[in-house]
């Protein structure tokens, strides 16, 4: 509902959703690539299936957007997209924010024709953020895969988080968790495992955001059977 009233869009509930969150580190948490790789994606033909992606970071956010918040709320009921469709809050630096700094760079700005699109959520979710108003594991629970491309993660609890709610995710080798889950597989976990487990060094960049674009263009194409598999592989 909330990506529908901000692009002025009528996505469907076959829309798979993908989010990364935590901290606010652009390339430590991987958080470029992962705006990298959907923007390859953007570009693949073979894509059936919609896909809205979410950035749940807490940035230095001003409040909710008045605008949006006034179409959520039934008082304005103009459903075209909002102006700059692509965050939900208000930034105190909206131009030397990075992550829409990549996205102006990329040519990304949701139109409607855009089968990938990417909605920046610069708030802390605590339930009372004025367009959600949900915290952050109600919202986890939503998404169909979680993207964790980290470049530095001594652990990494957003990961963790994601596969005890039955959510599949895709990581890399230079997270604890990716390097546990592969002593746990005996090897290099695959997405069938419930963790993708992406090989990421300092020189493997666009590998990297290709792993994961394909990877998200092979799970937007499983049927109902394979996802069942793969969250209930998660879970384990």
């Known amino acids: 509902n909330v990506a529908n009233t901000l692009m002025g869009t009528n996505l469907t509930d076959d829309t798979v959703l993908v989010s990364i969150g935590g901290r606010y580190e652009f390339k430590n948490k991987g958080i470029d690539l992962f705006v990298e790789s959907l923007n390859r994606l953007r570009f693949n033909d073979k894509l059936e299936k919609n896909v809205v992606a979410f950035i749940m970071v807490p940035a230095w956010m001003k409040g909710a957007r008045a605008d949006l918040q006034r179409k959520l709320n039934g008082k304005d009921k103009d459903?075209?997209?909002?102006?700059?469709?692509?965050?939900?809050?208000?930034?105190?630096?909206?131009?030397?924010?990075?992550?829409?700094?990549?996205?102006?760079?990329?040519?990304?700005?949701?139109?409607?024709?855009?089968?990938?699109?990417?909605?920046?959520?610069?708030?802390?979710?605590?339930?009372?953020?004025?367009?959600?108003?949900?915290?952050?594991?109600?919202?986890?629970?939503?998404?169909?895969?979680?993207?964790?491309?980290?470049?530095?993660e001594p652990w990494g609890y957003t990961p963790l988080e994601s596969v005890a709610f039955h959510i599949p995710c895709i990581t890399t080798s230079l997270s604890g968790f990716g390097m546990w889950a592969n002593t746990l597989k005996g090897g290099e976990s695959e997405l069938v495992d419930g963790v993708k487990v992406i090989n990421r060094t300092d020189y493997n960049y666009s590998e990297v955001a290709e792993q994961i674009k394909n990877t998200l263009a092979e799970f937007s194409a499983y049927n109902e059977k394979e996802v069942k598999s793969v969250r209930k592989k998660a879970a384990l």
């Open 79 to 152: 459903k075209r997209a909002c102006g700059n469709p692509r965050i939900t809050h208000e930034l105190y630096d909206m131009n030397g924010d990075n992550v829409l700094s990549q996205m102006n760079w990329l040519d990304i700005h949701n139109r409607e024709s855009d089968k990938v699109k990417i909605i920046f959520v610069p708030s802390y979710l605590d339930g009372k953020d004025g367009i959600f108003n949900l915290n952050y594991y109600d919202l986890l629970i939503g998404n169909d895969l979680c993207i964790y491309p980290s470049y530095y």
